[in-house]
């Protein structure tokens, strides 16, 4: 079901063998890659399961995100044909490569598909993460590896009663995804939810009770706007939230805890690299304990690894087993350097090296964070290498640091530090990493500065960059004139979630450092003021202080 769109198994299972024997016709085969160009439609389905019937592997495209970043996924990928549900003429694909929609494939009968059964090892998707070059790289996922994956979330996490509903939350490009559409081959009903129901948490948690989900993809961030009204709504049935993408801070542990114990909602907590094929532990959170990543799945094997690979206490995640990736797209190099051999039990077998590091307390592994500069971010693994990449391109500016930081309400957020000319601006460089850039990798607030702090070494001291932003830079001044009561209420909670100074009647929410997830606390908050609902979409519609004012002045009174 997506879009008020609902296929039974049979229309699924005919749509997808269409696509997948036009594919064949028009020379797709084993190891060709399919880009997949679509909204969070029904089509998507289609398309996804057609481009794996045919015996290929997808690469997905978000029509949202930049162009440049679709080229580069595109061109690096060597995908020749891109599949789209929107005009082909607006996806920026080479002239060499094709780009249709699925009802322009070859037509041929579909009950003579011959298309043989893939290989454990051969190709099934590609999915691109952060770089720490400024290039996204394509982790390649093999057919044998979504088969083990399917394996152990059946044993340990999925629901495998009768009637399972699953919610689709995440992202196509986002590996969290995967474990969703891969509740078709069980025969589960699965949802695929539309944007604005997704980012809007009454509408989610009405979904979730219309539909009468048993299962919905989240991460930490993501719930923590969603617990008000899930807790609220009356579920019909038992609902089991699989959340991942980021760590789960221990109050929201706690909370999920509490909630395990109405029998209404219970919670697993998933990690995993896209590297090791979405998921390798998994906890079932009870609030007895500190929030920990679980145990290994079962087709993983899970080490802990001082800087001289040897078993460890505290250390780094190495992980082996089925659940590797093959390696990332065209970068033998590095995945020479991610995927090595293994020196613990002399077998030589290939392990991923992740990064994370974690704590062995109680037989359970405490995450610690990062070895290197990569962050978690809304569910989005971001290398801030790549951003950073970008901001230095920009002229004027001589470096650029980027990280993780806490804005003034205490959520997290993604703060560039840049070393610039006085002739450039906060929203001159977010607008040129607005171009280059998805959405969620674009900094919140950005910070200019004559010269960045150094270390003792010659190094930028990140440690100390933060009082940087004691003064937060003026985005509008007094001098802009009164504002209306309505305008200084908004105005007011845009402070606080931005954490800004001033805020002028013409200033745009998202210029000034405003995203996806602060809109959905501004809207909750703007609901608690006023005492009815603010929809999500007023503030995309409206995102000057001016414009929404007004609209909230029209609406004054109103249920």
């Known amino acids: 079901m997506a879009g008020g769109r609902t296929l039974t198994f049979g229309e699924l299972e005919e749509a997808s063998r269409r696509v997948a024997a036009g594919l064949r016709v028009g020379g797709v085969e084993a190891e060709s890659l399919v880009g997949l160009h679509f909204t969070r439609s029904a089509d998507l389905v289609i398309a996804l399961l057609g481009v794996l019937r045919a015996g290929a592997a997808y690469v997905p495209l978000t029509p949202s995100h930049p162009d440049s970043l679709l080229a580069f996924v595109i061109e690096n990928s060597a995908a020749r044909l891109v599949l789209t549900d929107g005009d082909p003429a607006r996806v920026p694909a080479p002239p060499d490569v094709t780009v249709c929609g699925t009802e322009d494939l070859p037509e041929t009968p579909f009950t003579t598909l011959d298309a043989p059964a893939p290989h454990p090892h051969q190709l099934a998707y590609v999915i691109y993460t952060s770089g720490s070059t400024g290039r996204p790289k394509g982790v390649e996922v093999t057919h044998g590896s979504l088969d083990a994956l399917l394996t152990a979330l059946e044993r340990t996490v999925y629901d495998t009663g009768p009637a399972a509903c699953v919610g689709w939350n995440a992202s196509p490009s986002f590996d969290a995804s995967v474990q969703q559409w891969l509740r078709l081959f069980r025969g589960d009903t699965v949802v695929l939810i539309d944007e604005r129901t997704r980012t809007e948490p009454e509408a989610l948690a009405r979904l979730i009770v219309d539909q009468r989900m048993s299962e919905l993809d989240i991460s930490p961030a993501h719930l923590l706007l969603l617990l008000d009204p899930l807790e609220a709504a009356d ?222 070494h010659g190094k930028v001291d990140r440690a100390g960059l933060s009082v940087l932003r004691a003064a937060p830079e003026p985005v509008a001044s007094p001098q802009d004139g009164p504002l209306s009561e309505t305008e200084q209420m908004v105005a007011a909670v845009w402070s606080h979630l931005l954490g800004v100074e001033y805020v002028g009647p013409d200033d745009d929410f998202f210029t000034i450092g405003g995203q996806s997830a602060l809109a959905i606390q501004l809207a909750s908050r703007l609901r608690r003021v006023l005492g009815r609902a603010v929809p999500m979409v007023a503030v995309f519609e409206n995102p000057t202080l001016r414009g929404l004012s007004t609209y909230l002045d029209q609406g004054r009174g109103k249920d």
């Open 235 to 456: 579920l019909a049935r038992p609902l089991r939230l699989l959340i991942g993408g980021e760590q789960i801070g221990e109050a929201l542990w706690k909370r999920l805890g509490v909630l395990a114990e109405s029998g209404r909602v219970s919670s697993v907590n998933l990690y995993g690299p896209t590297e090791c094929t979405v998921d390798v532990t998994a906890a079932l959170i009870d609030g007895a304990e500190p929030p920990h990543l679980g145990a290994p799945l079962g087709h993983a094997r899970v080490q802990v690894l001082d800087d001289l690979l040897r078993p460890a206490d505290e250390g780094e995640i190495y992980v082996s087993g089925e659940s590797l990736a093959r390696g990332y797209r065209g970068r033998p190099g590095l995945t020479a350097e991610r995927f090595v051999a293994s020196t613990v039990d002399g077998g030589g077998r290939r392990m991923y090296r992740t990064g994370d590091l974690v704590r062995r307390r109680g037989g359970r592994l405490e995450y610690l964070g990062r070895s290197d500069f990569q962050v978690k971010l809304r569910g989005y693994r971001i290398e801030t290498g790549e951003v950073e990449a970008v901001l230095e391109r920009c002229p004027g500016v001589g470096r650029a640091v980027v990280q993780l930081e806490h804005d003034p309400s205490g959520e997290p957020a993604l703060v560039a530090y840049c070393q610039s000319s006085a002739s450039l601006s906060a929203a001159d460089l977010r607008a040129a990493a607005g171009r280059q850039l998805p959405a969620y990798m674009v900094p919140s607030v950005f910070v200019l500065v004559g010269r960045l702090p150094l270390t003792d």
